[in-house]
């Protein structure tokens, strides 16, 4: 069985002292992030997904 998924691609951001976290451009272009936008961020089961919405609440 083959597997017809794309490439796993692997991204590293930072957090600040001040709680702020940068996202590298290529992620944001990908999730076609735009200011203003909220990520949530939901655990269960140790497993962490995160939501986008943004100002017209689009949800994915």
Same mark, same amino acid.
């Not at 996202?23 to 995160?50: N, Y």
């Given at each position: @069985?083959?597997?017809?998924?794309?490439?796993?691609?692997?991204?590293?951001? %930072? @957090?600040? %002292?001040?709680?702020? =976290? %940068?996202?590298?451009?290529?992620?944001?272009?990908?999730?076609?992030l735009r200011?203003?936008?909220?990520?949530?961020? =939901? %655990?269960?089961?140790?497993? =962490?997904?995160?939501?986008?919405?943004?100002?017209?609440?689009?949800?994915?």
């Amino acid at each position: @069985m083959t597997d017809d998924r794309p490439p796993e691609r692997v991204f590293s951001g %930072t @957090m600040s %002292t001040r709680g702020r =976290v %940068t996202v590298p451009k290529a992620l944001r272009e990908e999730m076609r992030l735009r200011p203003g936008c909220r990520l949530v961020f =939901v %655990t269960r089961d140790g497993e =962490v997904k995160i939501r986008l919405e943004d100002g017209e609440q689009r949800s994915e």
